[in-house]
């Protein structure tokens, strides 16, 4: 009975050290993740950046060019606390551009990359395999500035409804914690919003965001 006793003792004592090793080794995995930080969040600031055009015209010709460019510092204000944050070094800091051809009254062609040549003149393209219907875009740091610019190019006629997407959880080389959220809207620009009306009647579109129409 002696002898039963104890190895249900020991049977107690050894799950017992069990557990404590499963909580220490969990312990070590999240603390050690992140360089050390612990509770890694997957956004913790938001940052709004800046796209023009330019000609910002509603008309252009086949072959004529519509450059796109956003210029900003690294250093950026938070939209939640209104603190400026040294957001330098970002790792995968990128946007992604895509048109659609507005044809008629809830008649549109979502792809239509294939009807522009594109010609990048500061940034990195990012490698894809759907190019016809999105190219994206790493942004080029230069003098404490991030810095993108393309040409646009048509290379047939229609009305063209462009997009341009928002970076999310941006992460810096010195930081896989800390993420950022950017928001890419258009200012300074003639957006020619009342275009969508050709595909979206009745669709009233506010200024600002990602999307430019010609």
Known sequence: MELIQFFNIMVIRS???????LITVSAINIFGDCHKKPFC???VYNFDIAIRAFPDIDS?????TIFFEINEPVFLTDLSSGTSIDFSNA???TTTVGLSKLISDNLYIVYA??????????GYQVSRPDTNQFREYRFLELGQRYQLKFGLVPQDTGVYKMFVGNALNVFRESDNCSKA???INFRNTNQHLYLNQVSFPGVILQ???GVYLF
């Open 41 to 43: 969040q997957n956004s």
């Open 91 to 93: 790792q995968n800091l």
């Open 60 to 64: 252009v010709h086949i072959g004529d």
């Open 207 to 209: 200024p600002g965001g």
């Open 113 to 122: 990359n294939s009807n522009f040549k594109f010609y990048l003149i500061s």
């Open 15 to 21: 799950r017992k050290w069990i557990l404590i090793a």
């Open 181 to 183: 959220n950017f928001g």
